[in-house]
């Protein structure tokens, strides 16, 4: 039996993966260690939590103590997910970003590297390229670029990786995905912001003129593509992972808005924020060819399957929004 160390697994696109494993691979054994900030949410993978082979661990990946004693367990493979990952709050407190982002990524490496982890994938972003303009794609060898205090900070998680298979030989891997959406996605973020705004009759802020471009990637299609790099990937090899639907976060909003029946009189543009990148998109050629990977989601099915989500589930995010969500760890872990 294979033991995957999962960090990050209670978040939006870590717990979609802690699900598509489990469901997946039945004889795997993951463990999903997770902080539980104020965006890790165990209602994520309630439905998997009573599986013989899951468990979870909460805690911080760059508790050094807390980390070494699970990986001395034996572990096969870890997949970092776990990450302070909003700009915005990047841009209020960037410390934060730095501890847990490049902090905690170099001590789960020592530790992987001390008790012979034998693959280690880091899942990074596209924002570790910075911004592009109206042509172009993001790929493997583009320099890196971050401009926000989040990307920098990706940015150096992404180097110690890299300096660790260099200079110790382990067997890692770095993808780097476009913007995901998709089931269980914290309404901070743009695209479940704006479906329960809309569902609440709320404003919704644009930033600017609204006209800022990303590659979007439905999260199933990225942990098929993280799968992939995990069981196949060429050591040291990074591989760009993107959905091909280019959208202006304008387009966005409207899509939304009429998909859901209400007016863009909700549409309320605000000041844009600092060092706003225009826009990102993504060269998945690499993993294509090499892996065999290709997005199955066109961004219309996607999004009408999303917003159908988050119809369906609305105490769900209700209880996120009340803060409630915090409550299921308390009744699962600390009364028991």
Request: charge should be negative; charged fraction near 20%.
């Given at each position: 039996m294979k033991t995957i160390m999962i960090t990050g697994g209670a978040g939006f696109i870590g717990s979609n993966f802690v699900r598509h494993m489990i469901k997946r691979y039945p004889?795997?054994?993951?463990?999903?260690?997770?902080?539980?900030?104020?965006?890790?949410?165990?209602?994520?993978?309630?439905?998997?939590?009573?599986?013989?082979?899951?468990?979870?661990?909460?805690?911080?990946?760059?508790?050094?103590?807390?980390?070494?004693?699970?990986?001395?367990?034996?572990?096969?493979?870890?997949?970092?997910?776990?990450?302070?990952?909003?700009?915005?709050?990047?841009?209020?407190?960037?410390?934060?970003?730095?501890?847990?982002?490049?902090?905690?990524?170099?001590?789960?490496?020592?530790?992987?590297?001390?008790?012979?982890?034998?693959?280690?994938?880091?899942?990074?972003?596209?924002?570790?390229?910075?911004?592009?303009?109206?042509?172009?794609?993001?790929?493997?060898?583009?320099?890196?670029?971050?401009?926000s205090p989040y990307s920098a900070s990706k940015t150096g998680a992404d180097l110690l990786v890299r300096a660790y298979h260099e200079t110790y030989g382990m067997h890692v891997n770095i993808t780097r995905c476009s913007n995901n959406y998709g089931p269980y996605h914290?309404?901070?973020?743009?695209?479940?912001?704006?479906?329960?705004?809309?569902?609440?009759?709320?404003?919704?802020?644009?930033?600017?003129?609204?006209?800022?471009?990303?590659?979007?990637?439905?999260?199933?299609?990225?942990?098929?593509?993280?799968?992939?790099?995990?069981?196949?990937?060429?050591?040291?090899e990074v591989y760009n992972v993107g959905g091909n639907n280019e959208r202006t976060n304008l387009e966005i909003v409207r899509t939304i808005l009429k998909e859901v029946g209400k007016s863009e009189s909700l549409i309320r543009h605000v000041a844009d924020r600092s060092g706003h990148d225009r826009r990102y998109a993504i060269d998945a050629t690499k993993i294509t060819e090499k892996l065999g990977w290709k997005p199955e989601y066109t961004f219309e099915r996607g999004i009408k399957e999303t917003i159908d989500w988050y119809v369906g589930n609305r105490t769900w995010w209700e209880r996120i929004r009340s803060g409630a969500y915090r409550d299921y760890y308390k009744k699962m872990y600390l009364n028991r």
């Open positions: 004889q795997y054994r993951i463990i999903n260690f997770d902080l539980l900030t104020y965006a890790g949410n165990l209602e994520n993978v309630a439905d998997v939590a009573e599986r013989e082979n899951y468990s979870f661990v909460h805690g911080d990946i760059a508790d050094v103590v807390l980390v070494d004693n699970v990986m001395k367990q034996g572990i096969d493979a870890v997949v970092n997910f776990a990450a302070e990952s909003h700009v915005d709050r990047s841009i209020e407190d960037p410390g934060v970003f730095v501890r847990t982002n490049v902090l905690g990524t170099q001590v789960l490496l020592e530790a992987a590297r001390k008790y012979k982890v034998k693959k280690y994938l880091q899942v990074s972003t596209d924002e570790v390229y910075g911004s592009l303009g109206t042509a172009g794609l993001f790929s493997e060898t583009t320099p890196l670029a971050p401009n914290f309404p901070e973020k743009l695209i479940p912001l704006v479906i329960t705004n809309a569902l609440t009759n709320q404003e919704i802020p644009v930033y600017g003129d609204g006209l800022q471009v990303r590659d979007w990637l439905h999260v199933q299609d990225h942990c098929k593509a993280i799968e992939l790099v995990l069981h196949n990937g060429i050591a040291g």
